[in-house]
């Protein structure tokens, strides 16, 4: 069976940095392109950044562009997303998605709370 | 990006059959091919269940069906079970690979 393991979610300041990581496994990673959406609490879905099969394109919402990198090492079978300059409103459960027709499969997600 | 236009809730008792709506724009949904709806149990990461418009993922009961008119998707649940409570959401290909998703409906069965 596929899955997606998301990690790396915790508590952080204001300003601060994080760095996401999804693990792949049961799939060939290095055929797909792999986006990361996110929830804030109470919230509906957002995309946030999308990655293609190489890593050489990638894409961003207006609301995390010149903050977030997503990166993957194919190698390793992962996808990562590093945020900087964190908000209190970057505060939501991120969750890493195969683009495979639609997002076709998912992790469980991660918690990142943005607080001082 | 403005976010697509869910219904907040809808409901049915099982049995029935919902619809679920999802208005966008021509620079979205009514320009391209390419929405899918999620299934989201609290808890549990998001569902594929269409994408492309009217296409099942397999696993996904026939019972779920997609269909666009323009600028509006919908998701059609007949059959309504127990286990369809859920939020369910929909997105679409916005161009430049940028996507938007709807702000959600959630789906109560009485």
């Known amino acids: 069976e596929m899955y997606l393991v998301e990690s790396g979610g915790t508590l952080v300041q204001p300003g601060g940095s994080l760095r996401l990581s999804c693990a792949a496994s049961?799939?060939?990673?290095?055929?797909?392109?792999m986006t990361w959406v996110r929830q804030a609490p109470g919230k509906g879905l957002e995309w946030v950044s999308y990655?293609?099969?190489?890593?050489?394109?990638?894409y961003y919402a207006d609301s995390v562009k010149g903050r977030f990198t997503i990166f993957r090492d194919n190698a390793k079978n992962s996808l990562y997303l590093q945020m900087n300059s964190l908000r209190a409103e970057d505060t939501a459960v991120y969750y890493c998605?195969?683009?495979?027709?639609?997002?076709?499969?998912w992790g469980q997600g991660t918690l990142v709370t943005v607080s001082s | 990006q403005s976010a697509l236009t869910q219904p907040r809730s809808v409901s049915g008792s099982p049995g029935q059959s919902v619809t679920i709506s999802c208005t966008g724009t021509s620079s979205d949904v009514g320009g391209y091919n390419y929405v899918s709806w999620y299934q989201l149990h609290p808890g549990t990461g998001p569902k594929l269940m269409i994408y492309d418009v009217n296409k099942r993922p397999s696993g996904v009961p026939d019972r779920f069906s997609g269909s666009k008119s323009g600028s509006t998707a919908s998701l059609t649940i007949s059959g309504l079970q127990a286990e369809d409570e859920a939020d369910y959401y929909c997105c679409s290909f916005a161009g430049n690979y940028n996507f938007v998703f709807g702000g959600g409906t959630k789906l109560t069965v009485l």
């Open positions: 998605g195969r683009n495979g027709g639609g997002f076709d499969y």
């Open positions: 990655i293609s099969n190489n890593g050489a394109d990638t």
């Open positions: 049961e799939f060939t990673f290095s055929n797909y392109g």
